[in-house]
């Protein structure tokens, strides 16, 4: 079965700041890999879309990376924002189903 | 394109009792998809919907659990003789039958069992 890790869980930093938020997968048979957002309490914002034939993703201050045969992927983060705060959400694309990992929750802090 | 809708957005109901969400998804969508999320946790799959044939159900999806998708538009999600344990976010998402598309997800129904 599909296992997915975020890593940090949690993550504090200053405005201003770059980050990195990491997922790492077991199974390197996906489709694709998306990255979400969540706010408290509501539903989940796709932010990249990095389908399995790809390396990356750019959407703004944000790029993504996906290394299929090493199962891991990153969501970089430039010029961070209070209003980045929230739950970041990576889930991999199985043949029907995506498979998440617990997500990391940011913290920006002003 | 109005998203993937779902409702009631809040339900708090007594243990023992029934509840069913419904969900409607970006026209034209033909997959759809439930899963159930509780605090901390990713969200984790219940069951998948191609048009109105219901292709894959999680382990999770207990036999209190039933869904139903008819004519393949909206899916109701209903729960029977609700459980303290089924206190929890359920989401549906939605996408077209291409593998690669993105998958949209609605702000889920909250459900409190008391």
């Known amino acids: 079965k599909q296992e997915v890790t975020q890593i940090p869980a949690a993550l504090s930093v200053p405005e201003g700041e770059n980050l990195v938020l990491n997922c790492s997968f077991t199974?390197?048979?996906?489709?694709?890999l998306q990255w979400f957002r969540q706010d408290p309490g509501k539903g989940l914002t796709s932010l990249l879309l990095i389908q399995s034939s790809q390396r990356e993703q750019t959407s703004g201050r944000l790029n993504a990376s996906l290394d299929k045969s090493s199962g891991r992927s990153t969501l970089y983060i430039a010029a961070s924002q209070p209003g980045d705060s929230a739950t970041y959400l990576c889930?991999?694309?199985?043949?029907?189903?995506?498979?998440f990992g617990t997500g990391t929750r940011l913290t920006v802090i002003p | 394109d109005t998203g993937v809708s779902q409702d009631p957005r809040h339900k708090i109901t007594k243990r023992g009792q029934n509840v069913t969400f419904r969900c409607d998804p970006i026209?034209?969508?033909?997959?759809l998809y439930w899963y159930r999320q509780t605090l901390g946790q990713g969200p984790e799959f219940l069951t998948y919907f191609q048009n109105e044939a219901q292709l894959e159900k999680s382990r999770l999806l207990s036999d209190r659990f039933s869904a139903e998708r008819p004519k393949g538009s909206f899916s109701t999600l209903e729960i029977q003789r609700t459980e303290q344990g089924d206190s929890a976010m359920y989401l549906c998402?939605?996408?077209?039958?291409?593998?690669?598309?993105?998958?949209?997800f609605g702000e889920g129904s909250w459900l409190t069992v008391v």
């Open positions: 889930a991999v694309k199985g043949a029907n189903n995506l498979f």
């Open positions: 026209s034209e969508h033909n997959r």
């Open positions: 199974d390197s048979a996906i489709y694709n």
């Open positions: 998402a939605s996408e077209t039958s291409y593998s690669g598309n993105t998958i949209y």
